[in-house]
Structures are given as structure tokens and as C-alpha cells.
């Protein structure tokens, strides 16, 4: 089944709209009540800030593109730098372990790749010839793909610095 413009459209409109009319509901925002390490729940705790903050700043982001993309970058640029921060760390802890340090970077390139090629896969998905239609859903999912990786990793360092 393909997917004409107007589908796509209100389907596109539905998830944004999730995203930013509800802040309790809104699938950005990170959740801080499942069970997990020390790490993980400080960056969840000040990530939920920041988007909340962000999201405030920017104001009501459905009927204006720009100020979408404005808002969605800034998470995204946040979540990809505590990305790089717990990822040093990791490789930081890791020096002792040569194999597991191998293998996380053998992980994390393959981790690159996936993001790049789901976030044009989505960016394409929207209209097949590209254009601007496809911008929007790209840099959303690019923020959730980006976000479980750096929770994971987050949740990895916790368990690693517990049974250190």
C-alpha cells in the first residue's frame, strides 16, 4: 500500500501533534520511572528539562515549520552531545577491557550507520523525489533514534560502574 501526500500528511500531523500539544503525553520527553541506574536517571531528569524548556521557548511549533526545525535541532544537537559525553565515559572505564572496548566501537560505528540511513529512509519516505515535506519527520525520529542510544549507553555505564 502506498502512501498518497494527504495520508502522509495527517499521519505526519498526528505525530507531531503528540509530540508538542501535550507535555505529560509528549513521546520527546524523556521517562523517568522505570528502574535504572544513577546516570541514567540524572540524564533523564535534566534532558526533561531541557526539552520542556526548549519547547516552551519556541512556542507553538505545529503551524510553523521553521520554528519546528528550530526547536527539534536543539534537542537533537543535546541529546547527540550527552551522546558523545557517555560514550567517552564509557571508553574512558573501558581501558582495562580491550574487548569490550573493541566491540562498543565496533557497535557505535554500526549505531552511526543505522541513524544516518533510518533518518534519510524517513527523510525520503515522506515524498520519494525529497523535498522539504520530509525534513520534519527525518529530525524526529533521528531525536528518538539518537536518544535511545545515549539511554542505553547510560544504562550500560550504570550497570558497569555497579559491578565495578
Request: aromatic share 14%; hydrophobic share 35%.
Amino acid at each position: 500500500m502506498r502512501l498518497n501526500k494527504i495520508s502522509f500528511l495527517g499521519i505526519f500531523i498526528f505525530f507531531i501533534s503528540s509530540l508538542f500539544m501535550n507535555a505529560r503525553e509528549n513521546m520527546i520527553y524523556s521517562n523517568t520511572n522505570e528502574f535504572s541506574g544513577t546516570y541514567t536517571n540524572s540524564l533523564k531528569i535534566r534532558m526533561d528539562k531541557f526539552e520542556k524548556k526548549v519547547i516552551e521557548k519556541h512556542g507553538n511549533v505545529l503551524d510553523n515549520d521553521l520554528k519546528f526545525r528550530e526547536a527539534a535541532t536543539e534537542i537533537y544537537n543535546e541529546w547527540d552531545k550527552e551522546l558523545n559525553i557517555i560514550y567517552n565515559e564509557l571508553i574512558k572505564e573501558l581501558k582495562n577491557l580491550p574487548n569490550a572496548k573493541k566491540y562498543l566501537i565496533q557497535a557505535q560505528r554500526e549505531w552511526i550507520k543505522y541513524r544516518d540511513s533510518e533518518g534519510t529512509f524517513t527523510y525520503y519516505l515522506a515524498e520519494d523525489e525529497g523535498g522539504t515535506i520530509g525534513i520534519n519527520p527525518q529530525i524526529s525520529k533521528k531525536i528518538r533514534i539518537v536518544k535511545e542510544r545515549t539511554l542505553a549507553l547510560a544504562y550500560t555505564y550504570d550497570i558497569y560502574m555497579d559491578n565495578k
